[in-house]
Each structure stands twice: as structure tokens, then as C-alpha cells.
């Protein structure tokens, strides 16, 4: 049974879903569309957004599912190796996962990453290291991106 629980946050609301004892879901939504039942994983996933959010993590310790497609899996476990302040292009995650071609598709995968900022799909750029589109808007990813520049350089 999944769980979703609500929780304000510098975005927006954050909706996050968990079961079988992971988290399944990290976004932000425009209001409330499921009950809220927070659980003690839900509360801890806040507890270190919150901690990111104010400059004082820089990794993820709660457990997670990746649910889709094994092209979408290899994506996002790619994406997930990229250090906190640092980014990369597109095209350097498609060649990661041995599909140098695959720009748009890669694209594809990337904004259907279900777990926003613990899998930091807002680290993933154009090639000419543009901010390209994000899921939840682009002064959000670039919001991101200079917390974490702030964070290294403080």
C-alpha cells in the first residue's frame, strides 16, 4: 500500500510517497490530492529536506524505490551519482549508461524521475551548460543549483 503524506517547503507543497518501507515519490504538488497519512519514513525523507534546504546536507540516507522502465532505472541511478554543486550534460548521462545517442529519450527520463532532489535530476544540464527544462520549473532548478553552489563556497 503506498502512503502519501504533505509538508510545506521552499517550493511549494511536498508530496511524498513511501511503502514497503521506501520512498516511491518526492514531488511538488499544487495542493493536497491524496490523505495525508505521514509515517515515520515520510517525516524523516522532510527532516532531510529541510536539512538540504537550509544548506546543511549534501546526501540522502532514507531508502528508496525506482519504479519504471530499465532504460528510465539506468538514467536515474546515473543521475544519482552526481556530487552535490556539481552538473552534468545530458548527453554525458546518456553515454554513462552506454546509449550516447539517446539525448532525447534520456530527456524523457529524466523529467519523469519520480524523487526530486534525492535523485538530483535539477544537476543535469544542456551541453553548452545551459539551464534546460526541469519538472517543476527552471527558477527552481536554478534555485537548487545555487544552494548548493552556496553551500561548497561558504
Known sequence: ???????PSPFGLLKIGAADGKVI????????DEPNQPTPLSAEVYRQLQEYFAGKR?????????????FQQAVWT????????QTVAYKDIAQAIDKPRAFQATGRAIGANP???LIPCHRVVGSNGELTGYAF???MKKALLNLECQTLNS
Request: without cysteine; proline residues 5%; charged residues 5%.
Open 25 to 32: 515519490l518526492v514531488g511538488i504538488v499544487s495542493k493536497q
Open 78 to 85: 546515473q543521475i544519482a551519482k552526481i556530487p552535490y554543486g
Open 1 to 7: 500500500m503506498v502512503t502519501y503524506a504533505f509538508y
Open 115 to 117: 524523487l526530486a532532489i
Open 137 to 139: 520549473g527552471l527558477e
Open 58 to 70: 549534501t546526501v540522502f540516507t532514507v531508502p528508496y524505490a525506482l519504479n519504471g522502465t530499465s
